[in-house]
Structures are given as C-alpha cells and as structure tokens.
C-alpha cells in the first residue's frame, strides 16, 4: 500500500509540476517573443520568423533560471490539491506522514535537478551560444570583437578610418601586459606599430607605458602615450562572462582562458558551483513550498497561498542575487557565496520539519 501511495504523490507532483512549466513556458515565449519583434522592429528585410526561431532558442536557457520557482509553486498546488481533497488524512492513516511526504517529493526534486544539469542544461547553454551568435550578426557592435587564443588575447577595434589589431599576453587586474597594437587603413595597409609591456585599460583612453612606435621604418619611443579605444578593462571583462551559454565542457575551457589572463577565476568557479548546488537548491525549494503549505494551506485561500509562495520566491531569488554580487566584490570566498544560501535554507528548513508532522 505504501508503494502505491508513492507512485501516487510521484505521478500528482510531475502532473502539477508539468502544468506550471507549461504556464511559465508560455509566459517566457510571449514576453521574449515581443522583445525580439521590438528587437528587430527596424529591420523590415528580415524574415518575420527569426523573432519566433530566436524565441525557441533562448527559452531553454530561460527556464533553466526558472526551474527553482517553477519547484516551488509545483509544490504549493500540489498541496492545495492535497488539501483540499483531505488526501493528507487519508495518507496518515496508511503510515504516510507529512515528513514522508516531503521526503518523497525532495528525493523526486533531487533526482530532476540531477538530470536537468546532465542533460537540460547542457543542450540550453549550446542553443543560448546559437541564440547570441546568430543575435549578434545584427548588433551595431561586431566590428568591435575580441577573443581569446593560444597567443593571448586578440582585440580588433574599428575607430572608422583606422582599425586595430591588438594582441597581448594576459590581464592584470586594469592593464594588458605585453601588448602589440597594429594599425591598418581601410585598405588593409600597415600604418603604425605600437609595441608596450604594460598598457594601462581602466578607461577608453588608454595609457602606453613606454612605447616603442613603429612607422614607416622608424622606430622611436617616448615615456607615455595616450590611445583612445572602444574596448576599457570592464568592456574587455564581461566577454567571457556571458556564462549561461556555456555548457560544462566550455566553462571548463573558460576558466583556462581566464587563468591565461590573468583573471581571477571565482566568477567561473562559482558558476561551476552554483551548478553542483542546483539539484540541492531544487529540492530546498519543495522543502519550502511543503513547509509553507503544511503551515498555512488549511488555514488560506489559494490565491493567499500562491501570493504568498511569489513573495517567497523573490525573498529568495534576491538573497541569492546577494550573494553573487558578493563573488563579484570578491569580498568574502565564493564557496561561502555559493553554498551559504543553501546553508541557511537548509537550517531554516531542519527547524521547520521537527514538528511537520504534527501539522
């Protein structure tokens, strides 16, 4: 009989957590769909399909950002449904408290969230990556491009009538270091050669420290030269920390490119975190959404209890928000930034279920 009562939670959780996907999906294809029509509103002469195809590429991605509340709320009607069938009672009577019920769901939770980062996520970061890529062949920035090789990093700055080429070895912290910057005319033809050790970037006007110039044949040197540019240490920075179109084997590629760099690498490896921590995070979800309606379902209306369950997915999506805002700032190890929410919803969590039962 208790296996019969598992499969029976088990199939009504997938059952309500199918609906909301579905209402969520169709929320993010609707509202992502009139952002790529407004995206390419001046652009008659695009096929009027390219805003829905771009819709469909970037929806996985968007979801996968989503899946912890869609948890959530999956959670919240299943126990209204529960209730207001008065199944919990029926449950205890067969030896089916509310902490197995919880258990049974979270272990559910866990095991999506496993597959969700083996599978889902990866195939979202590869159409995320098809999505920019093919979003960016119609920005006003790709003559401004810049990556990174086995030589460093690449840069190539379009200033109209001058286009530069700049190759340096890696970044430290607000400078390039052994930096070579040529100069082309628009008919490609070599104009100047400026060759630094130490390029400071903090802004679009950079400072060579030292530079040796090239031109014609002659080479000449002073003690500091100002260069303007559309690239500055930030511009530079956020290139590679578009992360979400990145599957796992990628990321692990950018973390090299960063350590090559110079870079510190805790954005990388708290994002590689943040996915180790994404089954647990689902599952703390269902924990929070059973507790909240084990505490108040019998005693609310059910819009009362999905506002309230909203409210506590902003609460949470804000807490986390800090917390990799902390990572960025770099002020406290980005292990605590990434596992200390989880840490703290988990003893919130352990309070709540000593007397679950009773409920």
């Known amino acids: 009989m ?15 957590f199918i609906k909301v996907t579905i209402v969520f999906s169709t929320v993010v294809i609707v509202m992502n769909l ?5 995206f390419f509103k001046n652009d008659s002469d695009e096929n009027i399909l390219l805003p829905f195809f771009l819709t469909l590429l970037n929806m996985p991605s968007i979801l996968f950002e989503l899946f912890p509340f869609i948890f959530l709320i999956s959670t919240l009607f299943f126990f209204i449904e529960s209730i207001d069938n008065d199944e919990l009672n029926v449950f205890k009577l067969y030896g089916v408290t509310n902490f ?40 006003k920035d790709d003559k401004y491009l810049a990556v990174v090789t086995g030589n460093g990093l690449w840069i190539r700055d379009d ?29 490609f033809e070599l104009q100047k050669v400026i060759i630094s050790k130490s390029v400071n970037i903090q802004s679009n006007n950079w400072i060579i420290e ?14 500091q030269l100002e260069f303007f540019s559309n690239f500055d240490e930030k511009r530079i920075i956020s290139i590679f920390e578009n992360l979400s179109s ?33 089954p647990l995070y689902l599952a703390i979800m269902v924990c929070i959404g059973a507790i909240l309606m084990l505490n108040i379902g019998h005693n609310k209306s059910k819009i009362s209890n999905i ?29 605590i930034s990434i596992w200390g929410p989880q840490i703290i919803l988990s003893l919130i969590i352990i309070t709540n279920l000593i007397r679950i039962n009773e409920k």
């Not at 009139?34 to 407004?38: D, H, P």
């Open 210 to 223: 030292r530079p040796i110039i090239n031109l014609n044949n002659n080479t000449s040197s002073t003690d």
């Open 34 to 38: 009139l952002e790529e029509i407004n």
């Open 307 to 335: 506002i309230i369950g909203i409210a506590v997915s902003v609460l949470i999506y804000y807490v986390n928000y800090f917390f990799n805002v902390i990572i960025e700032t770099q002020d406290v190890p980005y292990l």
């Open 159 to 187: 200033l109209g009538e001058i286009v530069n080429y700049i190759n340096a070895e890696k970044l430290d912290k607000n400078k390039l270091l052994n930096v070579t910057i040529s100069q082309f005319n628009k008919e």
């Open 100 to 139: 197995k019920i919880i258990q049974i769901l979270t272990t559910l939770s866990f095991i999506i969230g496993v597959f969700i980062i083996l599978f889902f996520y990866n195939i979202s970061a590869n159409l995320k990556f098809f999505y920019l890529d093919i979003k960016n062949q119609y920005t």
């Open 246 to 278: 990145l599957d796992m084997f990628k990321i692990e590629t950018l973390r090299k490119d960063y350590e090559m760099l110079g870079y510190n690498t805790d954005i990388i490896n708290g994002h590689k975190h943040r996915l180790y921590s994404y």
């Open 2 to 16: 208790i296996k019969y009562y598992n499969k029976y939670l088990l199939k009504n959780f997938i059952i309500c």
